[in-house]
């Protein structure tokens, strides 16, 4: 544990939170996940008649203890602490981790939106050249300062709904410049933002207009992805995973396979979109990769839950997509009951314009009956899983960052169960032990 004496011999920590009816530990034991039944296990420490519950942070932002008040402020009499929040009988939640988003991109699609309302589907907007191809084109003519501009509020709106970290995926380049142009953004919000950004490369996203897909694949594969290694040796870039769009009139499962082998051997996790729209076998193959993360699923097979749940892949489920372009629900209960690691997304982009984990909690609970146990377990532990931070993030533990949404009712589920209402039941959220949103009433 770190901490600090200062000057006068007084020990020092960075923060206490205290108060709080209930605790929800989320814990996982380290790095392991909650599958099946254990998904709905929350570990929540309750507070009693008499006192609540407290949290002690160490000056490096790690989790230092958890218990009751009495207890915690017995270990640590006589610290100078930096801050005390006290929750006045509110609950704790930890730092909710959306492991899916697309936030870099200039131009929205507003205009789209009342013609899938209507009925089109998103491969019509897509063949028709809207969709990804029309953002490609706007993304493109932004410079990386508009881009930036753009970028920082909705992660700032991203923080104000509970969110501490999140994965940020290129893709609406689709050329080796303007790929790199959007990562360099990501690389630039990092000190500018309190969320820890994990980044995806995703040249993979689209078929860029006048290549065919195979074309396309050699881009990805020959030109893009060497320029994103020199990056990661050359200046810094933090690219940690490599997605595809693994989809019929995208790229197909083989040329999505020789993308995500190419990736593989550049040391890149596997991170990438599969039987969103149409039952491929993207998520057998993934699963034959051994690959770290699938997303959306909604068309996934028998065969695909089962591969994936023996290697342990992470089902990253999105439900706002599936909402909004009216898809047939993601078989998450059937997931869960084989023993996948499901997690949550808000899948963030300009199709899907969610920032807000709540919300995707609560469509998962009522479109994919999950249970709100299972939801923040898929939108803290799991997600973290997914983005290879569970070690350090994603649930309540002593030795873990201190990543913490404090929520203004006596049981945690109102964060869920109010929905729309973040702004009004999130009161603080911490990352690693500093208060990065206040409510300001
Ligand atoms: O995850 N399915 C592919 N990619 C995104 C949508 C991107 C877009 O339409 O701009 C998704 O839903
Ligand atoms: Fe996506």
Not at 145 to 169: H, I
Request: aromatic share 4%; glycine share 10%.
């Amino acid at each position: 544990m770190s901490e600090r004496e200062s000057s006068g011999g007084v020990r020092e920590m960075l923060l206490l939170v205290r108060g709080a009816s209930q605790v929800v530990r989320v814990a996982g034991g380290g790095e392991r996940v909650k599958l099946r039944e254990a998904m709905r296990d929350l570990a929540v420490v309750s507070g009693t008649e008499d006192e609540g519950v407290s949290i002690a942070v160490d000056m490096a932002g790690r989790i230092a203890s958890v218990g009751l008040d009495s207890e915690v402020c017995g270990a640590y009499g006589g610290v100078r602490w930096g801050r005390v929040v006290d929750v006045g009988g509110g609950c704790v939640v930890p730092g909710l981790v959306d492991a899916h988003t697309h936030p870099v991109w200039a131009g929205d699609r507003v205009h789209e939106f009342a013609l899938k309302v209507s009925g089109a589907t998103y491969m019509e907007v897509h063949t028709a050249g809207g969709g990804i191809h029309y953002t490609v084109q706007q993304t493109r003519a932004a410079s990386e300062d508009l881009l930036l501009s753009l970028l920082l509020p909705r992660l700032q709106r991203m923080v104000r709904a509970g969110t501490t970290l999140v994965e940020c995926k290129s893709g609406y380049g689709l050329d080796v410049e303007s790929e790199l142009k959007m990562l360099r953004v990501l690389e630039r919000a990092r000190p500018l933002t309190p969320l820890t950004i994990s980044s995806t490369f995703c040249g993979a996203h689209s078929v860029p207009r006048g290549l065919t897909a195979e074309e396309a694949t050699r881009l990805v594969v020959e030109e893009q992805l060497p320029k994103v290694v020199e990056g990661r040796q050359a200046w810094e870039l933090h690219v940690e995973s490599i997605d595809v769009f693994c989809e019929a009139g995208v790229f197909d499962v083989s040329q999505s396979r020789r993308i995500l082998e190419a990736g593989r051997k550049c040391g890149l996790r596997l991170n990438f979109h599969a039987d969103e729209l149409h039952a491929l076998g993207g998520a057998e193959m993934g699963a034959a990769l051994g690959a770290e993360a699938i997303s959306h699923l909604e068309e996934i097979s028998e065969k695909g839950i089962a591969g994936m749940a023996q290697v342990g892949s992470v089902g990253v489920i999105l439900p706002t997509t599936a909402h909004l372009l009216r898809l047939p629900p993601p078989p998450a209960r059937k997931m869960i009951e084989a023993g996948v690691p499901v997690a949550l997304g808000s899948d963030f982009n300009p199709n899907a314009h969610c920032l807000s984990m709540p919300l995707v909690m609560y469509l998962a609970c009522v479109m994919l009956e999950m249970s709100p146990n299972e939801a923040l377990t898929a939108a803290t532990l799991h997600a973290a899983h997914a983005l290879n931070r569970a070690r350090t993030h994603g649930s309540i533990e002593e030795g873990k960052m201190a990543d913490l949404v404090v929520i203004d009712a006596p049981r945690w589920e109102h964060l869920i169960y109010q929905v729309g209402g973040t702004d009004h039941v999130i009161t603080h959220v911490i990352k690693e032990g500093k208060v990065v949103h206040q409510r300001p009433y």
